[in-house]
């Protein structure tokens, strides 16, 4: 959708992904579950390791022929939750990942290191 809306009208697309996530999820009866998830996002794990609690990488201004822009033009994993939980994440971590590169799909990204669930008030 947002690559659709881009070339229609000239819409910056901002992705966002995880390293590691603490994810607030429904899981029926009207309980929710807190379960962790790993984007395997090569760009998410370097921003972790080089310290970064969160971190914004503006494609266009990656320099050609650097380690970082071939990352981020390469397919790789990026991690999809939204609000639905399947013990299927758990066994088949492709069910929560999709497999593109990041540069196609966006403008820039933000990457969050630990991203901490929502707190549910009743």
Not at 43 to 61: E, R
Not at 70 to 99: H, K, Q, V
Request: hydrophobic residues 30%.
């Amino acid at each position: 959708m947002g690559k659709l809306l881009s070339n229609q009208y000239r819409y910056y697309v901002i992705g966002t992904n995880f390293y590691k996530t603490r994810c607030n999820l429904p899981e029926g009866n009207h309980k929710r579950t807190i379960q962790i998830f790993y984007s395997h996002d090569p760009l998410a794990k370097t921003a972790k390791l080089a310290g970064f609690k969160m971190c914004w990488i503006y494609f266009s201004s990656l320099e050609e022929g650097t380690e970082i822009k071939r990352r981020a033009d390469a397919y790789t994993y990026m991690g999809t939750l939204g609000e639905s939980y399947s013990i299927m994440n758990r066994f088949l971590p492709p069910s929560y990942r999709m497999f593109q590169p990041p540069t196609t799909l966006y403008d820039s990204m933000i990457y969050v290191s630990n991203a901490s669930p929502t707190k549910i008030i009743e």
